[in-house]
């Protein structure tokens, strides 16, 4: 819980005015901060303080209020979250840069230094290739998508091939239903899977919090 930014928001029935309460305790023991400090319900003879937003963030908070309430008893609580979208780790990955690669030039290469393929079974010697594909680092600027799996990824490459036959042929109409019925299909699966994962996620971080200790 200590990793992740938690809020509680609601009407705990415990007057947090008073000097000893439970609830304080409680908020204390598991380092836990509650940002509202004024009275929620005002009535002719009490002002108590039930309604709560506790945090284990509270430096993210940019400010807590109660506001009144014109229907009811009980006040709202509200407050203003900095939220910064975390900056994904940088994800580098080592791959053969094929612009120039040449298959002519690679046989090319292995005929006038044939003595190496004398020996092809006791060495891992690649240097020909490295010269005709050499390795490059190149940095992965897209965020991870776990919801992408297979299935999809065969669905967008049959999207992709109706666009590229669209681009040839613009004013067949065949050609640009079917790349919009692939493209909507396309968008459908990636969101049905992104609303699978992310409910997986929440029930995963559910139970991880309703887990004993924690």
Request: charged share 25%; glycine share 2%; hydrophobic share 35%.
């Amino acid at each position: 819980m200590v990793r992740k930014t938690v809020y509680i928001l609601g009407d705990l029935n415990d007057d947090l005015l008073l000097p000893r309460n439970k609830l304080s305790q409680i908020t204390r023991n598991n380092k836990l901060a509650q940002l509202i400090t004024s009275s929620t319900r005002i009535t002719s003879t009490t002002a108590t303080l039930i309604e709560v937003i506790i945090t284990n963030k509270p430096e993210l908070a940019l400010n807590a209020d109660v506001i009144p309430s014109a229907i009811a008893d009980h006040d709202l609580v509200a407050t203003t979250v900095n939220i910064n979208k975390p900056k994904r780790s940088s994800v580098f990955k080592a791959v053969r840069d094929l612009h120039n690669y040449s298959s002519d030039t690679l046989c090319s290469l292995l005929t006038q230094q044939s003595h190496i393929l004398d020996n092809i079974l006791k060495t891992d010697d690649i240097n020909n290739l490295t010269a005709c594909a050499p390795m490059v680092t190149k940095e992965i600027r897209r965020p991870p998508a776990p919801w992408i799996d297979d299935s999809m990824c065969q669905a967008m490459r049959a999207r992709n091939d109706a666009q590229a036959l669209l681009k040839r042929d613009p004013l067949n109409e065949t050609l640009r239903n079917q790349y919009k019925s692939l493209k909507k299909h396309v968008k459908s699966l990636i969101n049905n899977k992104k609303n699978s994962t992310t409910e997986v996620d929440f029930k995963t971080v559910k139970g991880t919090l309703l887990q004993p200790g924690m």
